[in-house]
């Protein structure tokens, strides 16, 4: 990824995901904003591993679309208050 997103923005989206608790669950952070792209990583938990042993596909799915839609609302801009 490259450019930079307004660090406003990138501050809201932070904050934003702050609130998510299936992400703090996970131990999910944040790892890169650029604009129309964010990266979103998380340990493989015990709590998120399927019955082989392996992150369950449910994990990759939430981060996923945690990080796509930030990806979007990176492209988006501030609303006026």
Excluded: N, W
């Amino acid at each position: 990824m490259s450019g930079t997103v307004d660090p406003a923005i990138a501050a809201k989206l932070r904050e934003s995901f702050s609130r998510q608790g299936m992400m703090a669950t996970f131990g999910a952070e944040i790892v890169e904003i650029a604009p129309g792209g964010v990266v979103v990583s998380a340990p493989i938990l015990g709590l998120a591993r399927q019955q082989h042993g392996f992150g369950h596909a449910a994990l990759t799915f939430a981060l996923g679309d945690t990080a796509a839609g930030y990806a979007a609302l990176s492209l988006m801009p501030l609303a006026s208050e």
